[in-house]
């Protein structure tokens, strides 16, 4: 398995979805809420790492090739977060502004970060960080 290209500090968990057809879709949203799930966020922002989970794998099913789309724990400093990251070489010759406007149009007010990394091989990197009552009740154990 090739190393995720992050920023930041990897956590567990650390699943992959392999995204192939249609009924994928369902299948990375599933993961989308488990990963955040078990890294303590609320249900409400489990459902919006899952929409972003889903319209990135209906994203690269229309390229007709399979992408493996990686969920992962990320730190930084004292935030915890979770981590979706996918790799997409077809982007390799598209201008990174063009990339980020289209992917912000997209997704919208449901991440906090996007993130294009890598050159020959460009990585799309999206980050959703815990609030501070879900990092409150992660801290308490509740």
Same mark, same amino acid.
């Given at each position: 398995? =090739?190393?995720?290209?992050?920023?930041?500090?990897?956590?567990?968990?650390?699943?992959?979805?392999?995204?192939?057809?249609?009924?994928?879709? /369902? $299948?990375?949203?599933?993961?989308?809420?488990?990963?955040?799930?078990?890294?303590?966020?609320?249900?409400?922002?489990?459902?919006?790492?899952?929409?972003?989970?889903? =319209?990135?794998?209906?994203?690269?099913?229309?390229?007709?090739?399979?992408? =493996? /789309?990686?969920? %992962?724990?990320?730190? %930084?400093? !004292?935030?915890?977060?979770?981590?979706?990251? $996918?790799?997409?070489?077809?982007?390799?010759?598209?201008?990174?502004?063009?990339?980020? $406007?289209?992917?912000?149009?997209?997704?919208?007010?449901? $991440?906090?970060?996007?993130?294009?990394?890598?050159? !020959?091989?460009? =990585?799309?990197?999206?980050?959703?960080?815990?609030?501070?009552?879900?990092?409150?009740?992660?801290?308490?154990?509740?």
């Amino acid at each position: 398995m =090739t190393p995720q290209k992050s920023p930041y500090a990897m956590l567990p968990p650390v699943l992959n979805v392999q995204v192939e057809s249609a009924m994928d879709i /369902m $299948i990375a949203r599933n993961t989308a809420r488990r990963a955040s799930s078990l890294l303590g966020f609320a249900p409400a922002r489990q459902a919006q790492l899952a929409s972003v989970a889903a =319209t990135l794998a209906e994203l690269v099913l229309k390229t007709g090739s399979a992408h =493996t /789309m990686n969920f %992962n724990g990320v730190s %930084n400093g !004292d935030k915890t977060g979770v981590q979706l990251s $996918i790799k997409t070489p077809w982007l390799a010759n598209v201008a990174v502004s063009n990339v980020m $406007i289209a992917l912000r149009s997209k997704l919208g007010d449901l $991440i906090d970060e996007i993130l294009l990394e890598g050159d !020959d091989v460009p =990585t799309i990197v999206t980050v959703m960080w815990r609030n501070e009552t879900e990092a409150a009740h992660a801290n308490d154990g509740t």
